[in-house]
Structure formats: structure tokens, C-alpha cells
């Protein structure tokens, strides 16, 4: 019989990504999508208006160096270019983090549950996952963290704010969690929602990978920046760290178009933290909300809030499709919802005064 091409053995148990859903349409009613931790505002019309200029050069490659967005968020953080890598989104780095730092087996550990690439990018490099699960209030367990490091651990992810359970780490947590760390482990500090933190004591990524050359930050354009359908993201970590991440990255994978809007965005980032306050705010009036409704759900840091379900998580997502908003349910777990229009927090509210409990 002829032989077919096989995949490497780990390619079939790489768990599949479960995007958000878009709502249901229901004629008579504006329907929300809640479910992606996008951001509700459209980007900037000086951010449209950088990227329309790039698309007229769609010819041409984009600058495979992304010289131009390293002196930009070199001046905008005070980080040497020589410690910045952009990619293809915050995700591709965590996949360029595994394939460049792990061999076939080698374990890393994160929080569960945590982001769901971290799984599918540990699975396709072939590096072995230890999820540590979060503590009841859905805070990193770090002390049980540091405790399933083993000699085969060459990455440890902090998610911070963490997704999709919402509080973050504080910086006191951070340091004694780095004291137990090995200096040959990477720490990848994961700060896709950096922006909408409010806590005391939060973290200061840049002064944590400054004293300490194992820390590696990542974070995006995505969320507070509202350019998730662009896709660039960027990791901060010295220029050992930066340099095997760029030598892994895809080439070309930041577009042109991409690198335009991401440059435009730091320019009018005053502008865009008006908007990311906002969000804060309607984060405060959600939490609220569904606390005085009687619900016990976690310090929200990011800019979406979770529900413990449990085995009632699928009933909650339907009944909120009901009402016109699309949640993200995690079977079994709970559900993540996104802070969003304020229509659309108005529903939430409203699902959690009436959801049966
Ligand atoms: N990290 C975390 C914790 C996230 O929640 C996400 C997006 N959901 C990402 C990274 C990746 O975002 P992006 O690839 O859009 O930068």
C-alpha cells in the first residue's frame, strides 16, 4: 500500500484553538460579541489613515528588520532596539518562545487555566505542558509554580492579568517567584492586558526583564491598542532572548500595513488611553453590577470578566445569546465575557440579575 506523509507524532495532539463566536443574528435586536477580548473602538482615524498609506506600497515586501516599529517603541519604552522582537501578534512569540528555547520534551509550565494557545504552541513545538491550576480566587498558585520546576523546565509563563480569570500578579508576588526561578529558565511575562491593570502593587515589566536577564515581557497591539485584526505584538527581553526570537520568527510576518497602524497607535497613544480608561470604567460599573446581583467573580484586571460556572457554563452562554450578547464559555470551567459597548455591558448586567442561580 502506498505510504502516506505523516506529521511528526505530537501534531495530532495539538489541542484545536476555539476562536470566540460571533453572535447569533436576531432580527430586532443589536447583537454584541463578547467573546474575544476585542477592543469595542474601532481604531483611530489617524491610525486608518497611516495604514491606507502603507497599502499603497502592497507591491512591495514589508521591512522584514521592522526598523521603523523597533526606533518607535524604542523611544516610547527607553528599551534598547537590540531587546525588541515583533511578530505576528503576542501569540506567534510564545510559539517562537517554545520552538526556539525547548527541545522535543521539554517540559514548561504555566497556569490553569491560562490562555489556550499555550497548550496548542507547547504541543507543536513538543515541549510537555505542567499546568498548575489557579487558586479558587483565580490567581496564579505561584508558590506552586516554582514547585513544579524541574530539571527538564526551560520555560515558566506568567500571565498577568491572566486569562481568562482576570487578576494579575503584583510585583512583591513577581519578585519572590523569580528569587526560586533558575537563571537558566526563561520567565515569559505574559502582559497582553498590561494597560487596563488598576491594582496595587502591580507589575513593572520592564524593570523586572531589566534586573532580570531570564525575564522575557510580551504584549500587543490587540487589546488596548484595538488593532487585533492587524495582528503585531512584541516581546521585550534581552538581546540573547530578542535576537533567538527574531531568528525563529516567520519572515515578513509583521505587514507593512501592520507596522504603519502599530507606529501610529504609540504616536496617539494619549488618545487611545482615553479609551482604555473608559473601558476601565464600564469594567468597575460590570463588576459592580454583577456583584451586587449576588455573584462572587474575581479581581478583574484585563478587559473581561469571569464567571465560575461549572457545569452551568453552557446554559449561561445560551442564555446570554439570548439576550443578544456572545460570550466565551469554557465547558465544564465558566465563561469569559469581554467588557464591551455599553449597551452591551447593560445586557451582562442584566444576565446576571436574571440568570437563575
Ligand atoms: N496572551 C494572552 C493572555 C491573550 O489573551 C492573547 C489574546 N487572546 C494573546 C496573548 C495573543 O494576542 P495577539 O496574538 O492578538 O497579540
Redesign the pocket.
Known sequence: MAQTPQARANVAAIPTYVPGKPPTPRPGLTTFKLSS?ENPYPPLPGVVEAALGAAEAMNRYPDMGNSALYAALSDYLDVPVSDLAAAT????LIYQLFNAFCEPGDEVVYAWRS?E?YPIAATAAAAVSVQVPVRPDGRHDLDAMAAAITDRTRVVIV?TPN?PTGPGVTQSELDAFLARVPSHVLVVV?E??LEFVRMDEAIDGLATYRAHPNVVL?R?F?KAYGL?GF?V?YAVGSPAIAGALRAVSLPFGVSSVAQAAAIASLASADALFERVGALVDERSRVVEGVRAAGWDIPDAQGNFVWFALGERTDEFAAAADELGIVVRPFAGEGARVSIGEDEANDRLIELARTFPR
Open positions: 477580548n501578534g503576542s501569540v506567534a490562555f494557545a500571565c486569562n505574559d497582553a492586558y510580551t500587543t490587540s487585533a495582528r505584538g
